[in-house]
Every structure is written in C-alpha cells, then in structure tokens.
C-alpha cells in the first residue's frame, strides 16, 4: 500500500482527505473517562503480574461490597478511611491493611478520585493504630507471619524423601535443588526456559593459586518480582561437593528423562508430570493460559512441591481431618455469630476474636513456603561470613532493599554475646 492510498495528494488550497481506519477491537473508556486504545489497555493490564492483579481485583472488591453495606459511594471522602478502620476492628493485621490502603489508595487515583493529603495521613494513623494493638495484644505474635527458613541440612531431609528412581522425584529434586541455591521466589524456576540454565566448567583459583576445573550452573532470570522492565539477572552456582544437594545433578538428571521422552525442545524446563507419568503438553489437565509455556510448571506448583516435601520430612505439621474440620467449625460458628449480631460493633468483635485465635495458632507451628528456600539461602550465606553485598547480588536485591534487611537474622550469635564478657556466665 502506498502513502497516497492513505492521504491523497492535496490540490490547492483543498486539505489532504484521511481514509479512516477501523480497529478490530473498539478503544477502551477508562474510570476517568478517557479513551485508550484495546491493544494499549490489554498490555498496562498484562504488565502487572497475575497474583499482584487478583490481589488488588479483590481488595477493591471487598472495599466495594463495604460500601454497598454501610451506604457510603466509593468515591466518597473519608470512604477508604473508615473501610480501613473497620478492617482493624475486624482483626485483620496492619500490615494487610497497609496493602489495602496501598491498593486502594492507587484505584482511587486511576478513577479521578484521589484521596486528599489529609486523608492519606489519616489512613496511615489508622494503620499505626492496628500496629500498636498488635504489639500490645498477649495473645498473638506482632508483626507478619513470615515464612520460616530452611537450611542445607533441612533441605537434605527433603531431598531424601522424593523417589529420585521416577520422573517425578528427579523434576521434584530438580525443582527443590535449583530453587535453593538460586535464593528463588516460588515464580523463577517456575519461568525459567530449556536454554536459560547452562552447565559450564569454570577455572577457580584454589589457595595454592593453581586453576581448577569446576562445574559451574549459569541460570538465566528473563524478569522476575523486581525486574519488571524484562533487564534480566544471571545467577551462577557452583556444584557443591555433595552429589545429593547438588543443582547440577539434579538437572542432568531431569534432562536425561526429557530426552528419553523426546521432549529434549526448546520450551519450559520443569515441566508438568500427571498421575499417569506423562510430562509436559502430554500430561492431563490444565494447560498454561500462554500456549509458549504449555506444558510447563508455576510458581504454585512449586509451593506445592516444596510444602508437601517439609510435611513427608516432618518439618511442619500435617493437619489431621479432625483439625481441619474443627477450623472449619470454627469459621463457620463465627460468621454465624457476626451475621447474627445487631450492631456492627459487635460483629467486628466477634470476628475479630476468630482471627485473632486463627492467627496464634498458625504462629505456633512451623510454616514452610516457597519463600522458605530464598530466606534460608540468604541466612545460611550470610552465617558463613560472606559479605552482604555478594550475597545480596546474589539473591538479586539491593543493600538498601527493607526486604534484604528482613531476610537477617538481627540477632547476636551466643558466641559474640556481649553478657558472656560480664565475667558471670557459666
């Protein structure tokens, strides 16, 4: 097509006529009012990862349901305001309600209803509030429920679990062993491509100053939680001396079973395995939603793997169908009790007694998670005396990150405790 099919040639004094040109899919209409176009709409959303977007969808679908019950409009001053309070009253921790003012805070902006500086300090005196209950509460630990670390020696329980004979306990080996020593979030070895984990033989000087061959891992991180902008991250790992904790065997040993099954292609590297031993697009089910990662694992497979492998350990509790059913009981029985109750006030009150009762029992077991691997990395680095700053390139964070920060253990070692040197320890 050429350019005079799309503008003619104008005469004088005549202005060029413009063949208008229709989209396939019609121009988006935002909250606010302004047009956009599908393509551009569809890519804003896409650029927001799937959990964090189901997340915030329910936040303000929870926020719009309080209003519709209290008879306050969304936009309403002071609205988000007293929706937080009653989230506190409710029992829910501050620093959920801080992820809700968050969330909320950002949807009233996008909808041209921005909350004034007024109101945004207000909410923040709320949170604070909920804060100081919780330090103040006997009852409950302050602070998030944080996912408890798991060290190499945990991580060798683990192992020892899975069948390492079957397709499945070579991928769960694989899945477990990569993840570790890579300090993943759950989502990373579950995005991670064929050709984006290498097997490489490095030079290392040894102490006498003589080079050494090694066995080197180089995984390739396209993006992540904290590379939004798609940059990418390598991280290297060298084979350690133990061949059952070691990455590379592991992943030698998963490539070996995608060959045997003629699925040694480009695509996903850990892979999905059904009830019946078929892997990848071969297995049952429900298949990725992106058909380039068919086939492949997610980041809540890997959960799964790494929660059900603690419980087989005896690192965490198994519930038994006795206490699920007396926690569903007690859900149930105080829903009840808040549905039936006159006033609000005391609806929240009873809510909040369940939650905070729930919240002290999850405190008081062991929980093992995803993230369990990535704080157990970091701590276990950091305790074998390497600088933060290898550790935290390692683990892909910044010195300054409160995250890095929180993964520390802010404790002195009871070697280095200072009252050992009041001359009165035992």
């Known amino acids: 097509m050429t350019s005079t099919e799309l503008v003619p040639t104008a005469g004088p004094g005549r202005t060029p006529a413009v063949r208008r040109r229709r989209r396939a899919e019609p121009d988006i209409v935002s909250p606010a009012g302004e047009r956009i176009s599908a393509s551009a709409a569809r ?23 309080w209003c519709a019950t209290y008879d306050w409009a969304e936009d309403e001053p002071n609205a988000v305001l007293s929706y937080l309070s009653d ?20 949807m009233r902006a996008i909808q041209g209803t921005p909350l004034s500086e007024k109101e945004v300090k207000a909410c923040q005196l709320v949170i604070r509030h909920r804060a100081g209950e919780e330090a103040d ?51 990373e070895p579950a995005r991670l491509n064929l050709h984006d984990a290498k097997i490489r033989t490095v030079q290392i000087e040894d102490e006498d100053g003589r080079k050494r061959p090694h066995q080197a891992l180089i995984i390739k991180i396209r993006r992540s939680k ?24 592991a992943l030698r040993e998963w490539l070996d079973v995608l060959a045997d099954d003629g699925q040694l292609t480009p695509g996903p590297l850990l892979r ?23 086939g492949g694992i997610t980041a809540d497979t890997v959960n799964d793997i790494i929660k059900a492998t603690a419980r087989a350990a005896e690192l965490t509790p198994t519930p038994t169908p006795e ?42 077991v062991r ?26 390139l390692h683990s892909r964070h910044s010195l300054r990150s409160t995250a890095f920060d929180a993964y520390r253990r802010k404790k002195v070692s009871w070697k280095e405790n200072p009252t050992r040197f009041l001359g009165l320890a035992a």
């Open 43 to 65: 890519k804003l959303t896409d650029s927001v990862p799937r959990n964090s977007h189901n997340a915030r969808a329910s936040r303000w679908r929870s926020y719009a349901l």
């Open 87 to 106: 989230l506190g009253d409710r029992g829910h921790p501050a620093n959920s309600i801080e992820a809700y003012f968050s969330t909320l805070r950002a």
């Open 137 to 187: 509460d006997p009852l409950v630990e302050p602070g998030p429920l944080q996912a408890d670390a798991v060290d190499l020696d945990e991580l060798r329980l683990m192992v020892r679990k899975l069948d390492r004979t079957t397709a499945r306990g070579k991928r769960d080996a694989a899945v477990l062993l990569i993840a570790w020593w890579m300090a993943a979030r759950a989502s």
């Open 226 to 249: 904290a590379d939004q902008a798609a940059r990418g991250q390598e991280v290297r790992i060298l084979a350690p001396a133990d061949t059952e904790l070691c990455p590379i065997h």
């Open 272 to 294: 999905r395995i059904d009830r019946h031993g078929n892997i990848g697009v071969k297995a049952a089910g429900r298949q990725a939603k992106d058909d380039r990662r068919r």
């Open 323 to 364: 206490e699920r059913a007396a926690a569903a009981r007690a859900r149930q029985e105080a829903l009840a009790a808040a549905d039936a109750a006159p006033t609000a006030e005391e609806a929240n009150a009873v809510l909040k007694t369940w939650r905070t009762a729930r919240r002290a029992a999850r405190a008081a």
């Open 367 to 392: 929980r093992i998670t995803g993230h369990s691997f990535r704080r157990g990395w970091i701590q276990q680095a950091l305790a074998a005396g390497n600088p933060p700053e290898t550790v935290a």
